[in-house]
């Protein structure tokens, strides 16, 4: 038996540029340098573009390798998704003195030697990476609001690219994938049990987003005291945990 269909329509893309407007045509990804940001907390926030293979490069702690993905029917877990790959968004951190945006162990330094490709959940070998980079004011305190900020702060530029790629033809996708909850009555039910982290700070998660992978409409599991969270196979392949470690 099946239900909630999950159809995820994939558009590659090839080339990643910065441009004055954000827009996807012929497989090519063209950003604006525009960021929203709090000029009281943020000291600067620099976009970048990082190409395949050019990684001999410093960069500032990572925070997050983020999918870039969007809801254009449904809910997570069922109706249409779209997602985009060869493109996902590097987040780096320090302050104006250097100091790294971490908790337990910072990973500032040359980009090949702290990021390990074509693991699950990180870039593969031809994936451009849209780096934001955030240099926080010295005197703002390291915590965990802080922390949301910076996250909230790149959300809101990734929604920028999602609301273009709501708007692209499904038609012309590359790829496109369907997957149900399958259900077998009268057979054993299986339970994957995944611990993730809880702590605060950058050791927080947060489920059933308004977008994949997103900040907006999250709920820390940090704020419901880490309770125990029940996802359909759907929801968890669509996005619904965003991990902030």
Do not use: C, W
């Not at 009281?40 to 976009?47: H, K, L, M, Q, R």
């Not at 922390?147 to 702060?153: D, G, K, P, Y």
């Not at 702590?199 to 709920?219: H, R, T, W």
């Amino acid at each position: 038996m099946q239900s909630n269909k999950l159809q995820i329509k994939v558009f590659h893309i090839n080339d990643v540029q910065l441009a004055s407007k954000t827009k996807i045509a012929d497989n090519k990804l063209f950003l604006s340098t525009e960021v929203e940001y709090d000029k009281n907390i943020f000291e600067n926030v620099a976009i970048k573009i990082i190409k395949p293979k050019e990684h001999n490069i410093y960069v500032n702690t990572i925070m997050d390798i983020v999918p870039i993905s969007t809801k254009v029917l449904g809910r997570l877990g069922e109706g249409i998704t779209h997602t985009l790959t060869g493109a996902k968004v590097l987040l780096t951190g320090a302050n104006t003195e250097g100091y790294q945006m971490h908790e337990f162990g910072s990973s500032e330094g040359i980009l090949q030697e702290k990021l390990v490709l074509n693991k699950a959940g990180t870039p593969s070998d031809n994936d451009y990476l849209i780096h934001i980079d955030v240099i926080i004011k010295p005197d703002i305190k390291f915590d965990r609001q802080l922390a949301f900020s910076i996250f909230e702060l790149s959300d809101v530029y990734i929604q920028n690219i999602r609301e273009v790629m709501k708007m692209l033809s499904g038609r012309e996708a590359d790829e496109v994938h369907e997957y149900y909850n399958t259900k077998n009555p009268g057979k054993p039910k299986v339970v994957l049990v995944k611990e993730i982290a809880g702590q605060g700070m950058m050791y927080d998660n947060l489920v059933f987003p308004a977008e994949p992978s997103g900040m907006d409409k999250g709920i820390s599991i940090i704020d419901m005291q880490n309770m125990p969270v029940l996802l359909t196979p759907n929801e968890y392949r669509d996005g619904a945990i965003r991990a902030m470690v």
